[in-house]
């Protein structure tokens, strides 16, 4: 990925604990063509808790909210599917999905602030 990069720091006393380490790129961009788009991701096990981690960089723009849920969705579905052995994304017991991922209230500032207020900010999601 262009842009993008996932590390993993760990201390000596923790790292001989890390097994399974896999990382691999998911393109989204242009079709999958172009690496302006996507996803780097990491996966490991430690002890018997697996953890999944993908910075995402989504499609950016108002109104564009289907084409970055249908990115975030391919990147998912892709992530760690070349390696045969290994779970998909979601089936880790920890997943941490972050990055510059465009999403946008779609609200105003005043109507924004008023739901937080009001404890109404379940609704938004």
Known sequence: MAGNFIGLFAKRKVLSKVKEPYSCQIKTGLGGIAKNKGSCALRFSIEETSFAFLNCHLASGNGEVHKRTEM????????????????????????????????????????????VRENKIQHLL
Request: hydrophobic share 45%; with cysteine.
């Open 72 to 115: 975030v969705k391919s990147i998912l579905d892709e992530a760690f599917s070349k390696a045969k052995t290994l779970p998909k994304a979601m089936a880790h017991n920890c997943v941490f999905l972050f990055g510059d991922l465009n999403f946008r209230v779609n609200l105003n500032n005043h109507s924004a602030r008023e739901a």
